[in-house]
């Protein structure tokens, strides 16, 4: 029986191409490996054309950021009825939008942060909220564009000023958690483990932590206690499900932990397109449940449809 025809949709025009093009290098390895017919797309704005001429079974998206990761391309592979992994369109634009995906995960029951929505020029100099807190695009990812602003900091970020600031103007500004940095990967609404991140050397999870070499030690099982890692569990199901995610995302929380071992477990964003490089979290989830990587994208292959 001849396998799929599988078009890996990577690269792309935004910051975030080289972990595309990363990701979709080792899905298409795994997928020939696992038997079936790869094309690798370079994806440009003549994406529909191309995947017109291919005629591929399923695509894969192994975008990131704008465009792969908003609804966007899944609009299109929609329109030409290409079956596709990961989500919708709906839930990949409402979980790209941080400040949206926030209301609808605050209406389901879990925990986000306090945040707002202001303009850069509004706030340069004077504070939106009482600092410590962070500044972030609202529809970017892999952490481009995060300020965060600590206590003794007198004034916004000088950054803010810049003619050439190569973020949206409008921004959005949450509280800064202390804590711990946990995730947690949900697939085919079932989670995957609970990892806590420790970055090495860097204030916070940023692009180097997650993509560098050595940016980060990934501690699988998290060393939590039992209650609080069943709870990150249940929190990614449940977020997963208020967006309407389908196939594989992944969760990222922040634990304030106390002494007593409880402490606040909050909700920062829902990844509907959670990197697949060598360094990525979710390939390390699901090997940790007994599923290799070449399983995992074959399994995300046969779960691809339209209409998510």
């Not at 490996?33 to 998206?61: C, I, K, M």
């Not at 209406?107 to 850069?120: D, L």
Request: hydrophobic share 40%.
């Amino acid at each position: 029986m001849t396998k799929k025809h599988v078009a890996v949709l990577m690269g792309g025009w935004v910051n975030e191409r080289p972990v595309s093009l990363s990701s979709g290098k080792e899905c298409a390895i795994a997928l020939e490996e696992a038997g079936y017919r790869v094309s690798r797309v370079d994806v440009d704005r003549n994406v529909s054309a191309v995947l017109t001429e291919l005629q591929p079974d399923v695509a894969f998206n192994a975008l990131h950021g704008p465009f792969g990761e908003d609804g966007c391309v899944q609009g299109i592979l929609e329109f030409l009825n290409i079956p596709y992994t990961h989500s919708g369109v709906m839930a990949s634009s409402l979980a790209m939008n941080k400040v949206k995906a926030k209301a609808v995960m605050a209406a389901a029951g879990i925990p986000v942060t306090e945040h707002k929505v202001v303009n850069r020029h509004d706030i340069s100099r004077e504070h939106p909220m009482e600092p410590p807190y962070v500044l972030k695009p609202i529809n970017e990812g892999s952490s481009f564009g995060v300020l965060i602003v600590k206590e003794d900091q007198e004034f916004p970020p000088q950054e803010l000023h810049r003619e050439d600031w190569p973020y949206p103007d409008v921004l959005m500004c949450e509280k800064f958690i202390r804590g711990r940095e946990l995730t947690c990967a949900v697939k085919d609404d079932q989670a995957l483990g609970v990892i806590d991140i420790v970055t090495q050397g860097q204030e916070f999870y940023d692009f180097d932590a997650k993509y560098a070499e050595g940016g980060s030690k990934h501690i699988l099982p998290a060393k939590i206690s039992p209650l609080v890692y069943q709870t990150a569990e249940t929190l990614a199901v449940k977020a997963h499900q208020a967006l309407g995610c389908r196939g594989v995302s992944r969760a990222d929380f922040r634990f304030d932990e106390r002494e007593d071992g409880s402490g606040d477990l909050i909700c920062l964003e829902v990844n509907t397109q959670p990197g697949m490089t060598p360094t990525s979290l979710v390939p390390e989830m699901a090997a940790y449940k007994g599923m290799s990587f070449k399983d995992l994208v074959s399994w995300m292959v046969e779960d691809a449809s339209c209409c998510r």
